[in-house]
C-alpha cells in the first residue's frame, strides 16, 4: 500500500488519475495536458503503473492507459480508517 501512497503523493501522478477517472486515454493525450517532457510523463506512468494504479492496453502502436479504480478506492478507505475518518458514530446512534 504504500507504493500506492508514494504514487499518489506527486500533484502530476494525481492530475493523470484524475483525467483517467473521466476516460481512458493514450500517453499522446495525457502529455497535452501537461508541459512536461515526455520521459517525464513516461516516469510518472510507470510510477503509477508499477503501484497497480493504472493499466495500459497495446492498440496498435499506442498504449491505452485505465484507472485501476478499485485499488484506488481500497487504498484511499484504508487511508480513511487509518485517521478515523468517516461514518464513525456515538454508542447512542
Known sequence: ???VYEALAHPTRRQ???LLRQQERSAGELAEHFEIAKPTLS???RLL???GLIFGER???SIVYHLHL????EALGALLDLFKIGNER???D
Request: proline share 0%.
Open 49 to 51: 503503473r508499477e503501484a
Open 43 to 45: 516516469g510518472h506512468l
Open 70 to 73: 478499485t485499488l484506488l478506492e
Open 1 to 3: 500500500m504504500n507504493r
Open 16 to 18: 493523470i488519475i484524475a
Open 59 to 61: 492498440h496498435g502502436t
Open 90 to 92: 456515538g454508542a447512542d
